[in-house]
C-alpha cells in the first residue's frame, strides 16, 4: 500500500471521528433542552444541536468505502465480504445486547436485537437508542453483494435500471410528511436511507475514476477548489441543519424526510473534497485527535447515549431553555459525560474491538487494496 493511499483512509478515519463528535453532541445537547424546535437556533451552533447529521456522514462513509474495492476490480467474496463485516461490528454490538439485557432483564429483546430485528428506540432502555442505525447498516451490507453482481452482468444492469426506478418510488412515498403505515415504518430502514449509501457510492466511483486527476491538479487551483467545495459544502450543511431545527425539531424526521438525503449530498461533497483536494484547513479536519476518536468511534456510538441517557435520569434533569443555559453546571456535566464515554470506549475498543481487527487482518488482509480496518 502506498503512503498516499494510506493518507487519505485516514481521512476516512477523522471524517468518522468529526461524524462521532457530532451525534455525541446532539445527544447531550439534546439531553438538555429537548428536541423541539428552536426558532432562536443559531448558525454557529447548528451542526452541534443538529449533529444527528453524523449518522448521515457514517452511511455515506459506509457506501464509499464497501463499494470502492469492487470499482477497482476486487472479486466477489461473499465469504470474505461478510466475515470481514461480522468481525468488525458483532463482537461489541453483542457486548452491548448482552449489557443492555443484563440491565433491563428483557431477554426477549435482546434476542430480537441479536439478529437486528425488532429494535426500536426505547429497546432495552438507554442501550437501544442508536441500534437502529446498526439494522440499516447489515441491511446494506446484505444489498451491496446483490448490487455488485447484478453490475457486474450485462443483463443486471437493465435489472438495477429498473429497480433503481422502484426504490425512486419507494423513497418519494416515504419521504411524504403524510406517508402512514407501512411507508412511514421504513423511514428508518435500508429502503429509506438508501439513497445515502448510494451517495457514498456515486462518491466512490467518482474518486476512482477522477481522483488522480484532481490530485494531479496544480497545487494553487487544488488549494482554492478544495477550499470552496469544503468551505461551501459546510456553509450548506449548517444552513440546511438550522432550518430543520428552527422549523420541525426531531419531527423533521416525519415533515422533512428528504433533508437527509441533500446532507448526505454535501457530506459527499466534503469527502471528496478532502480526500481528492486540498482545504487550507485540512489540518482541523485531518489530525491525530481526530484520526483517534475515529478509531474509537463504533464503541463511542454504542456507549455514549447509555452514559447521558443514564445520568440525565439519575440526577434528574428536566430538558429546557432554562436549563441549557446552566453554563457552568453544564461544563462540568460534558466533562464527565465525555470523559466516561472516552474511557469506557477506549478500553472496550482495545479489549474488544481490536482483537477481532486483528483476527480480520489477518484473515482477510486486504480487499481490493482498501484495508478494511479503516471501515
Known amino acids: 500500500m502506498t503512503d498516499d493511499r494510506h493518507d487519505r483512509l485516514s481521512e476516512c478515519e477523522s471524517l468518522r471521528g468529526i461524524a462521532i463528535t457530532l451525534v455525541f453532541f ?79 432483564g428483557d431477554w426477549q429483546t435482546a ?17 437501544g ?12 451490507y446484505l444489498a451491496l453483494p446483490i448490487l455488485v453482481w447484478l453490475a457486474r452482468q450485462r443483463w443486471g444492469r437493465m435489472v438495477l435500471v429498473a429497480a433503481l426506478a422502484c426504490l425512486c418510488f419507494c423513497y418519494l412515498k416515504i419521504a411524504s410528511p403524510a406517508a402512514t403505515g407501512f411507508w412511514s415504518a421504513q423511514r428508518n430502514s435500508l429502503l429509506g436511507r438508501w439513497p445515502q449509501f448510494a451517495v457514498g457510492i456515486a462518491a466512490a466511483w467518482l474518486h476512482h475514476r477522477h481522483g488522480a486527476a484532481l490530485r494531479g491538479m496544480d497545487g494553487k487551483k487544488r488549494l482554492w477548489l478544495g477550499t470552496l467545495a469544503a468551505l461551501g459544502s459546510l456553509v450548506l450543511l449548517d444552513a440546511i441543519t438550522l432550518r430543520g431545527l428552527r422549523l420541525f425539531g426531531v419531527w423533521q424526521f416525519v415533515h422533512w424526510y428528504k433533508h437527509y438525503l441533500y446532507l448526505s449530498i454535501l457530506w459527499a461533497v466534503f469527502l471528496i473534497a478532502v480526500i481528492d483536494l486540498q482545504p487550507a484547513f485540512r489540518k482541523l479536519v485531518v489530525n491525530p485527535l481526530l484520526h483517534r476518536i475515529g478509531l474509537w468511534s463504533y464503541s463511542i456510538y454504542l456507549w455514549h447515549a447509555v452514559f447521558i441517557v443514564m445520568l440525565v435520569l439519575r440526577l434528574n434533569i428536566q430538558p429546557s431553555d432554562a436549563q441549557l443555559a446552566e453554563y457552568l453546571p453544564n461544563f462540568m456535566l460534558f466533562i464527565y459525560m465525555a470523559g466516561a464515554t472516552l474511557l469506557v470506549s477506549a478500553t472496550t475498543y482495545q479489549l474488544v474491538e481490536k482483537p477481532f481487527l486483528r483476527l480480520k487482518r489477518s484473515r482477510f488482509l486486504l480487499i481490493g487494496q482498501v484495508r478494511e480496518d479503516a471501515m
Open 111 to 127: 434476542l430480537h436485537a441479536a439478529v437486528f430485528r425488532g429494535i426500536g428506540l426505547a429497546a432495552m432502555g438507554s442501550f
Open 26 to 104: 446532539y445527544h447531550f445537547l439534546g439531553s438538555l433542552r429537548g428536541y423541539a424546535p428552536n426558532p432562536h437556533a443559531h448558525f454557529a451552533t447548528a451542526l452541534l444541536f443538529g449533529g444527528s447529521t453524523g449518522v448521515d456522514l457514517f452511511f455515506v462513509l459506509s457506501g464509499f468505502l464497501l463499494s470502492l474495492p469492487f470499482f477497482r476490480g476486487s472479486p466477489l467474496a461473499l465469504g470474505q465480504f461478510f466475515g470481514n463485516r461480522a468481525l468488525r461490528i458483532l463482537p461489541m454490538y453483542y457486548l452491548l445486547v448482552l449489557a443492555g439485557a443484563a440491565w433491563s
Open 129 to 140: 437508542i442508536v441500534w437502529w442505525s446498526l439494522v440499516v447498516e447489515v441491511q446494506f
